[in-house]
């Protein structure tokens, strides 16, 4: 049974540019969220999809933006990104009942130069 | 608004050692309450989970307890191991759908 996985594993880029970061759900799973974690911090949720829907969104801005496709992955896209954006960017999945327990993946390490 | 309180690190423990990491919470209604492990240079796994009141929950070897009259879940281990090395995040899902984690803490346990 594969979980979560997550692609690229690293990432380089430079201020200004765009990114777009895939996420594969747990199989059975139909909700995927994404979150940033800052070095040394915790996780701060970023958006969750549900139905190609955003259904709930954290406290990021417009920049942050994502989608999610009928198979149930998911991309998050960051605009003009910044020093600031530098940080491990995680995926998690579960079914679509709010209190299921979510998987992560071993996210994506993003480095803005 | 949700929020998790932990316990700052680092820790440091010797092998067999018992350990407790603090976590509190802030939430409205009856959230669930979370603890998962990080491995350096690694995603989050999920170590154990309680969703009610007084519910306990364990997983190799640790165990945490779900208090509502206190707010607290905190977790313990009666003898640690050099593996258990990693950092160890309080988390709970509350009323916003989604999960408020705690700021971590550092573990490492020495031979």
């Known amino acids: 049974d594969a979980g979560v996985t997550q692609s690229p594993t690293h990432l380089i880029k430079t201020r200004g540019q765009q990114v777009t970061l895939r996420c594969s759900p747990k199989?059975?799973?139909?909700?995927v969220s994404w979150y940033q974690q800052a070095l040394g911090q915790g996780p701060q949720f970023i958006f969750q999809?549900?139905?190609?829907?955003?259904?709930q969104r954290g406290n990021f801005p417009d920049r942050f933006s994502g989608h999610q496709f009928p198979n149930y992955s998911s991309e998050l896209n960051v605009n003009a990104l910044w020093l600031g954006d530098s940080a491990l960017y995680l995926c998690?999945?579960?079914?679509?009942?709010?209190?299921?327990?979510?998987?992560f993946g071993p996210g994506t390490r993003l480095t803005v130069l | 608004g949700d929020s998790v309180t932990q316990m700052e690190g680092p820790v440091t423990l010797s092998e067999e050692a018992f350990l407790t990491i603090n976590c509190t919470y802030t939430?409205?209604?009856?959230?669930?309450l979370f603890w998962y492990v990080q491995y350096p240079g690694e995603g989050l796994q999920l170590l154990l989970k309680?969703?009610?009141?007084?519910d306990k929950g364990s997983n190799k070897g640790f165990e945490a307890t779900y208090r509502k009259e206190t707010t607290s879940f905190h977790l313990e281990k009666g003898s640690v191991q050099v593996s258990d090395s990693a950092v160890y995040f309080c988390a709970l899902d509350g009323s916003a759908r989604q999960l408020t984690f705690g700021s971590g803490t550092q573990l490492t346990v020495l031979p």
């Open positions: 939430a409205t209604g009856y959230p669930s």
């Open positions: 309680a969703t009610k009141a007084d």
């Open positions: 199989s059975g799973h139909d909700t």
């Open positions: 998690a999945s579960c079914r679509g009942t709010v209190t299921d327990t979510q998987y």
């Open positions: 999809y549900y139905e190609e829907e955003e259904r």
